[in-house]
T-cell receptor, first 110, second 115 residues
Framework: KQEVTQIPAALSVPEGENLVLNCSFT??????LQWFRQDPGKGLTSLLL?????REQTSGRLNASLDKSSGRSTLYIAASQPGDSATYLC?????????FGKGTKLTVNP | DVKVTQSSRYLVKRTGEKVFLECVQD?????MFWYRQDPGLGLRLIYF???????EKGDIPEGYSVSREKKERFSLILESASTNQTSMYLC??????????????FGSGTRLTVV
């Protein structure tokens, strides 16, 4: 059974800091991995999608990497801003199942 | 951009009521999904559908049913609402066209409270 773990559960940083969020998964036979952002009381917004054959994807200040063999992904946020404060979820897809981690709650302090 | 629209942001229903949660997507996606999200438990799959009139049970289907009469619309039905169904409900869609493994698009969620 696929399990997805995100560490840390919560992170508080000062504005301007570069930071890394971690995601690990137990079964490397995945189709892809997706990073989402969730604001309090809201739905999920897709940030980055990495296919199993890819190593990384970039969008603006965000960079996500994937090491399928070791079952790890990282989300790098450069020059963090207070508006980046949210919960970040990683999810891996295998067949029809999308398995989520429990998320990392990020707070960026002005 | 794909848009997944959930008709209600907040709902308050009484125990025993039949509750309908509606979800519509506008990009002709074949697959649609219903999840619930609870603190400490994360997101759990309730039901999904890969075509009109088709449905498959997810991890926690008990107490729920679904309906997909049109490709763009996927409804979640709570046959007799109970307080343990108080939760955030999230709808999602995905296409499988071509050889690419597409990602999921989620709606804005419905916060359901059963009293």
């Amino acid at each position: 059974k696929q399990e997805v773990t995100q560490i840390p559960a919560a992170l508080s940083v000062p504005e301007g800091e570069n930071l890394v969020l971690n995601c690990s998964f137990t079964d490397s036979a995945i189709y892809n991995l997706q990073w989402f952002r969730q604001d309090p009381g809201k739905g999920l917004t897709s940030l980055l999608l990495i296919q199993s054959s890819q190593r990384e994807q970039t969008s603006g200040r965000l960079n996500a990497s994937l090491d399928k063999s070791s079952g790890r992904s990282t989300l790098y946020i450069a020059a963090s801003q207070p508006g980046d404060s949210a919960t970040y979820l990683c999810a891996v897809r295998r067949s029809e199942k999308l398995v989520f981690g429990k998320g990392t709650k990020l707070t960026v302090n002005p | 951009d794909v848009k997944v629209t959930q008709s209600s942001r907040y709902l308050v229903k009484r125990t025993g009521e039949k509750v309908f949660l509606e979800c519509v997507q506008d990009m002709d996606h074949e697959n649609m999904f219903w999840y619930r999200q609870d603190p400490g438990l994360g997101l759990r799959l309730i039901y999904f559908s890969y075509d009109v009139k088709m449905k498959e049970k997810g991890d926690i289907p008990e107490g729920y049913s679904v309906s997909r009469e049109k490709k763009e619309r996927f409804s979640l039905i709570l046959e007799s609402a109970s307080t343990n169904q108080t939760s955030m409900y999230l709808c999602a869609s995905r296409t499988d066209r071509g050889l690419y493994n597409y990602g999921y698009t989620f709606g804005s969620g419905t916060r359901l409270t059963v009293v």
